[in-house]
């Protein structure tokens, strides 16, 4: 195996928990401000219960802190994904029709496939889906 291909195969997994948790950390930050003003103030101020922006605000939240952790990642980032693609159609192509730049969707966009991803190949090796279900975890 050549040292490349070596390199790829030892941290491609290492990559993907970094990945994990700097977009669950992002993330985070948009159920947070619904809530509890942090670390900006909600534009449309805090969400009343049972809304659509409250329901996004707990999937946002609960939804980071197990993408954060590692835990049901493959659950939590199917919904988040989800979630991402409503709001671009709900929020983003009103605004200004389906490009992503008129819009403001690009964020949304990339958050959608980037939780998608994390559906697909898991939450890495340094997660507790790893450490609690080992190899059924993947990676």
Excluded at 39 to 66: C, D, N, R
Excluded at 120 to 135: E, I, P, R, T, Y
Aim: charged share 10%; proline share 5%; with cysteine.
């Amino acid at each position: 195996m050549s040292g490349a291909a070596a390199l790829r195969t030892e941290w491609e997994p290492r990559v993907l928990s970094i990945l994990r948790i700097v977009a669950g950390l992002l993330y985070l930050q948009h159920g947070l401000a619904k809530f509890f003003n942090f670390p900006v103030v909600f534009p449309a101020g805090q969400p009343a219960m049972f809304t659509l922006y409250w329901f996004a605000g707990i999937i946002e939240v609960l939804g980071s802190l197990l993408l954060i952790l590692g835990l049901f990642t493959r659950a939590a980032a199917f919904i988040m994904s989800g979630e991402m693609a409503i709001a671009y159609f709900y929020v983003h192509m009103p605004r200004g029709g389906f490009f992503p730049l008129a819009n403001g969707g690009d964020p949304v966009i990339l958050y959608c496939f980037i939780f998608f991803y994390f559906f697909v190949a898991g939450g890495g090796c340094w997660s507790l889906d790893q450490l609690l279900f080992g190899s059924s975890a993947r990676r």
